[in-house]
């Protein structure tokens, strides 16, 4: 009988010394999916749950190289993105994409953390802003939206911005917005926004922005449809939260 084969999905982010997000919370995830994990570190962080003590970026080559090596040992049928640091550092990654265009990328755009350290250098929105154009899917949340655009407007106004500069599909995330419900809207390119509704829950959790875009490029990894990975991924993101 032949084995099942499991997917592979590529997770290219910062570590985290107190497993509340990062690339713990990324691998936990995908763990959840019945999907394996591959990684480059991009960052080693030594943070509590409180806040994000110091950051050591790692080498843009070594971070080139550690993607390199993982799709060349695997076969890798997704890739996520997080927290990439420096401008140098999506450069690399950028490279490392445009030799794979067939491979699906969810990135999630990584500026803060919960606590409110700065973790991407100011001068590298712009290369932020470019690699979004090599990725299936950006999921930034209200804040990230607002520092990744420059129009005023609604989230979704903000949103085609961002899809006329380039981007293929935008998920605005709604959990730091207000009201009954946790409402994320997808906007494509030529498409109608869709909306993602789930009741809003009063509870909190580090790393949730990790775990719905690993979510995601694990669904991604098993071969569904975008619709299809968002709705799955937020319904995991909620169980999980109901847990708490």
Do not use: W, Y
């Not at 775990?211 to 909620?238: N, Q």
Request: net charge negative; aromatic share 2%.
């Amino acid at each position: 009988m032949a084995m099942k084969t499991i997917p592979h999905v590529l997770v290219v982010a910062g570590s985290d010394s107190s497993g509340g997000a990062g690339i713990v919370r990324d691998i936990e995830t995908l763990a959840a999916f019945g999907v394996k994990a591959s990684v480059a570190i991009t960052a080693v962080t030594v943070q509590t749950h409180q806040g994000v003590q110091h950051v050591d970026p790692v080498s843009p080559e070594r971070v080139a190289e550690q993607m390199r090596a993982a799709l060349s040992a695997n076969p890798i049928a997704a890739i996520k993105i997080g927290m990439l640091a420096t401008a140098a550092t999506i450069e690399a990654v950028a490279g490392v994409l445009s030799e794979h265009p067939e491979i699906p990328v969810v990135l999630d755009p990584v500026l803060a953390s919960t606590s409110g350290r700065t973790l991407l250098t100011p001068d590298a929105i712009g290369a932020l802003r470019r690699l979004f154009c090599a990725c299936t899917l950006v999921t930034p949340n209200l804040p990230e939206l607002s520092l990744l655009t420059d129009i005023l407007g609604s989230p979704v106004d903000q949103a085609r911005s961002l899809i006329d500069a380039g981007a293929k599909a935008v998920l605005v995330k709604g959990g730091h917005g207000s009201g009954a419900d946790a409402i994320d809207i997808l906007v494509q390119a030529g498409d109608a926004e869709q909306s993602f509704v789930s009741p809003r829950l009063d509870v909190s959790m580090r790393g949730t922005g990790c775990m719905l875009a690993s979510a995601i490029a694990a669904s991604l990894a098993f071969g569904d449809d975008l619709e299809v990975a968002i709705s799955t991924a937020k319904a995991f993101v909620h169980s999980k939260l109901t847990e708490i």
